[in-house]
């Protein structure tokens, strides 16, 4: 598509509950991150995917966080057992290039998930 | 931790004003770049500037990069409205971009 793609927008959930979050990259990107992003703070790194390569899992906070892509495309960020202090904005990013950052990153605008 | 720290935290400016947004980092990098976020959404990537450049531009930004000092500075010309928003550095250091906590940029009509 035109731009990353992510959904829901809004998630609200109860506590304890299982989240999926999914994001859908710019085709022809081969990287693709998951950041969150907590009130009025910077963007946390939680995983990173790049081609076909075993993802960098070193962000992902406890191992209730997991996350998968398929076919190299779509991407889905679970959160199981939800917490309170799970909520924030999960924002997902792909770009052309490999770590050494010669890309900019393209961001979709991110899932709202409150854990009431 | 955090790589970028940026400073100030907040920036309030009269429209017309230049905004200087400044990022400080701690190890070495291979290029720093700068986004811009609107209301707590979705970055949008602004300029990349690499570590073996001391200066770039794009329209109305300037940035510059200091690799001796671990710093870049962000510099809007003749500021807009429409520039109200968050700014945050991010370095690439052969790890995933490491984002600072921000600078909230309000402009002024």
């Known amino acids: 598509g035109a731009g990353v793609s992510q959904s829901p927008s809004n998630k609200v959930t109860e506590k304890g509950k299982d989240v999926e979050l999914r994001c859908d990259p710019i085709?022809?990107?081969?990287?693709l991150y998951w950041y969150r992003q907590s009130l009025g703070q910077g963007l946390e790194f939680l995983i990173y995917?790049?081609?076909?390569?075993?993802?960098?899992k070193s962000g992902l906070p406890s191992d209730r966080f997991s996350a998968e892509r398929t076919g190299g495309s779509v991407s889905t960020l679970t959160i199981q057992r939800t917490q309170q202090e799970d909520s924030a904005v999960y924002l997902c990013?792909?770009?052309?290039?490999?770590?050494?950052?010669?890309?900019?990153?393209?961001f979709g605008s991110g899932t709202r998930l409150t854990v009431v | 931790s955090q790589q970028g720290e940026e400073d100030p935290q907040a920036l309030s400016i009269q429209e017309g004003e230049n905004a200087t947004m400044n990022c400080s980092y701690k190890?070495?990098?291979?290029?720093l770049q700068w986004y811009r976020q609107n209301s707590g959404r979705g970055l949008v990537h602004l300029i990349l500037?690499?570590?073996?450049?001391r200066e770039k531009h794009s329209g109305r930004l300037r940035v510059t990069l200091d690799t001796s000092k671990k710093s870049s500075s962000l510099l809007i010309t003749a500021s807009r409205a429409a520039d109200t928003a968050s700014y945050f550095c991010?370095?690439?250091?052969?790890?995933?971009?490491?984002f600072g906590k921000g600078t909230r940029l309000s402009v002024i009509a």
């Open positions: 990013a792909s770009s052309l290039g490999s770590l050494a950052g010669e890309y900019g990153y393209t």
């Open positions: 085709s022809g990107h081969t990287a």
């Open positions: 995917f790049q081609g076909n390569s075993a993802p960098d």
């Open positions: 190890t070495s990098i291979n290029n």
């Open positions: 500037i690499r570590s073996n450049e």
């Open positions: 991010a370095t690439s250091g052969n790890t995933p971009l490491v």
